[in-house]
């Protein structure tokens, strides 16, 4: 059951990775809508993999209970020490994927806030931020 659990958890990262260099692909051409219409999967790869994470640490802790003398190297087979390496090293890579999307998106959102900023100024009033009164953009004729 753990090998099986390990490699539909590995199969999950692997998606996980795969939509979010499309995201990241996206994001370099200013195509904001396909990535709005990945959400919902990437949502449920990410529960998905979050499930079947639980499912691994209960499978390796009813091994380690079962086998209370016993190294956890020792109780698992070839393949499952294989998935488990494979499994940090997709984690590895997903994080670092996240990184370059997470910082695209920063990117952009500054981006979107100075050109809003440009638009609408705003100044401080307190902690909040409100319309300029100078804000001739905004300026109604009657």
């Not at 984690?91 to 997470?102: C, F, G, I, P, T």
Request: charge should be negative.
């Amino acid at each position: 059951m753990l090998t099986h659990h390990l490699t539909s958890a590995l199969e999950d990262l692997k998606d996980l990775i795969q939509i979010t260099k499309s995201d990241i692909e996206d994001i370099k051409q200013a195509q904001h809508d396909p990535q709005f219409d990945r959400l919902s999967i990437k949502d449920e790869k990410l529960k998905s993999f979050e499930s079947k994470k639980a499912m691994i640490d209960y499978e390796i802790s009813s091994l380690m209970t079962q086998n209370p003398n016993a190294q956890l190297p020792d109780l698992l087979n070839d393949e499952q020490h294989k998935l488990l390496d494979e499994l940090k090293i997709q984690l590895s890579e997903l994080r670092d994927v996240n990184k370059e999307y997470a910082k695209l998106v920063v990117i952009v959102s500054n981006l979107y806030n100075d050109f809003l900023e440009r638009l609408v100024p705003t100044e401080m009033q307190g902690y909040n931020k409100v319309a300029s009164k100078n804000s001739s953009i905004l300026e109604v004729r009657v």
